[in-house]
Structure formats: structure tokens, C-alpha cells
DNA sequence: ATAATAGTTCAACTATTCTCGAATCATGGA
DNA sequence: TCCATGATTCGAGAATAGTTGAACTATTAT
């Protein structure tokens, strides 16, 4: 993943607004929700609210579909779980000291193994 | 962790010169570098590169410490791993999907060997 | 004490970001 | 076709962020 890609995530998500659709849309899953559904979620002007989205989308942390007249925004989950690898991709890779503490890890395999049930 | 600290969080990232002294700590772990190493990596102005230290610690992602004329920053990695848990969770909640891709768990698991090992 | 070295703070300027009302585009129903 | 609804674009204003030179503080060596 290149810099600037990662940069503009972190932009994207630097702010409270689109933090909060961010985390709304992680949370509704693949299926996404429209932007009437977003808007009333946040409370914030449909100009406001597009300005937003179209950050998210531009940084690839969300992704448009259309249906109809109401068009779908989903979480890109590939997008996010490339830019937390650029994070922690050679991590201590000098002294070989592990820094992904026993929380994170754990929550990661029970993940997994529900995911594979 | 409030949403207050991770968009600090983001925003410190947000930005080349910080992401790049952020994973130039990440690199170095947890002894970290002091600041005229960070410049010589970096080529940055020692006044451009004291404000985003300054940033960078104010969003808790770094700490400083010092050690006779020079002060060592280094990468707080629990902060690191608060804000990409704070990503993650409550990840999919609706439809019980994951969406932790394989690439990131296998690396998390090898880690975990290793530093078990 | 004096000088040298390591970092920080300050002030000023430029550039970017955020927000919102008004206008516009696009889709579906009567 | 005409209208209503869902969403985006545009323009302008206020606020915030990034860079740099110069001055400053703190620690060590002579």
C-alpha cells in the first residue's frame, strides 16, 4: 500500500463526522446502508453528509452501490485491514520485540474460529 | 478509548512527515530514537520536526524520554493497538460477518509464535 | 564561566478543511 | 410528461494546519 494512500485514510477518518459514519457503516456490514439511513444516524446536512462521504469513498474506505434511488454505502474491510498492516508492518523489526499485545490477538482468533465454525 | 483521542490519533497520521517519523519509531521499538536521529532520517527543519514530536505525543502515539542532552521518543504501542481495536470493534455487529481477512490473522498468529518460541 | 550542542517556542504567512444554503442532477411513480 | 424524492455540486465564509527563521531553554564539556 502506498504513503499517500494511507495518508488519506487517516485523513479521512481524522474527523468527527466521518469517524461516526465510518463506524456506523463497520457496523452495518457489508450490506451498507443509504444515505437518508446515515443522515438520520448523524443528524447532518445532506450536503455536509455527501461532502463526507465522498472523503470516505475517495480514500477507498467505503464504497458506493446504487438501487434504485437510494444509493448504498458499505465499509471497504480490505481497504481497513490494509491500513492497519501499514501500521504495523515492520514493527520493532530491530530489536525483533513483538508489539501486538494479547488482547488483539486473542479477539482476533476467536474471530477466527467463530468465522470458521 | 474516547473518540476525541483516536481522531487526535488519526489526524497525528494523517500527515507525511509524522506517519513517516511514527513508523520510523514502530521500526526502532521500544528504546526508541532521539530527535537528531529522527531529523537525520527525516531531512526536516529541527523546528518543523519539534511540532509534529509535539503532535505526535499529544495524540499519545509517541513518548518522550530523556537521557542526558537528548530526549528519546518512542512509539507507544498499546495507543497504537487502542486505536485500531477502536476500528475493529463492534466490526460486522449486525449480521455477525467477519471481516478480519486471513492475510492479517496468519500474521498476528506467526507473531505470536515467535515471541513465544 | 564560557562555549557548544540538543531541542523547543514564537510569530507570521500560506494553504487546506469544514460547513451550509441554493441550485442541480437522477430516478421512480402518477 | 410532470412531480416528488434521494443525493450531489457549487460558492463563499470561518476555522484549522503546516512551514520556517529567529530567539530561547537546558544540558554537557572545556
Redesign the pocket.
Known amino acids: 500500500m502506498e504513503t499517500n494512500e494511507v495518508i488519506k485514510a487517516f ?1 479521512a477518518l ?4 466521518r469517524l461516526r459514519i465510518y463506524r456506523f457503516l463497520i457496523e452495518a456490514g457489508p450490506a451498507g446502508q ?3 439511513e446515515i443522515g438520520a444516524e448523524l443528524g ?12 470516505l469513498s475517495h480514500a477507498g474506505l467505503i464504497n ?1 452501490r ?1 438501487a ?4 448504498y454505502y458499505a465499509a471497504d474491510f480490505a481497504q481497513m485491514n490494509a491500513v492497519i498492516a501499514f501500521l504495523t508492518d515492520n514493527c520493532c523489526a530491530r530489536d525483533g520485540t513483538c508489539c501486538v499485545p494479547v488482547t488483539r490477538t486473542s479477539k482476533v482468533r476467536a474471530r477466527t474460529l467463530k468465522a470458521a465454525r
Open positions: 485523513a481524522a474527523q468527527d463526522t443509504p444515505v437518508g447532518t446536512s445532506p450536503a455536509t453528509l455527501s461532502f463526507h462521504l465522498k472523503e458506493a446504487q434504485g434511488r437510494f444509493i
